[in-house]
């Protein structure tokens, strides 16, 4: 087993040995960009499908439910009231989609482009 003196010297010896961690250049920094960027955007759309199949689903019931029941008044205002209830939540996952999925940044057109 080495002394504690021993194992000094040598941790000294190794160190001078290292070098500095060298700065990222541009090239390096635009891949990763872009490789985070791509990520993300991906991220998003495995939310999204989802959330859409979802709300066509829950539109494709409603109307069902509207035809079928036409001339009960009751059934035709509650499933109209369903749509008009979940039609904002549509709105808003088309606006987040728009604003998440648009390429309106360089590097989101950077990514999309990979």
């Not at 504690?4 to 920094?29: C, G, H, I």
């Amino acid at each position: 087993m080495k002394t504690l003196e021993e194992l000094k010297k040598t941790w000294n010896e190794n160190q001078n040995t290292f070098s500095s961690p060298k700065a990222f250049d541009e090239p390096s920094l635009e891949r990763m960009f872009k490789s985070r960027a791509k990520k993300q955007i991906n991220k998003g759309m495995q939310y999204f499908w989802p959330a859409f199949v979802w709300q066509v689903v829950v539109y494709a019931l409603l109307s069902h439910v509207m035809v079928r029941y036409w001339s009960d008044t009751e059934m035709l205002e509650l499933s109209i009231g369903g749509v008009l209830l979940f039609l904002p939540f549509t709105i808003m996952l088309m606006k987040k989609f728009k604003m998440n999925g648009s390429c309106d940044t360089p590097s989101a057109q950077a990514a999309m482009e990979m």
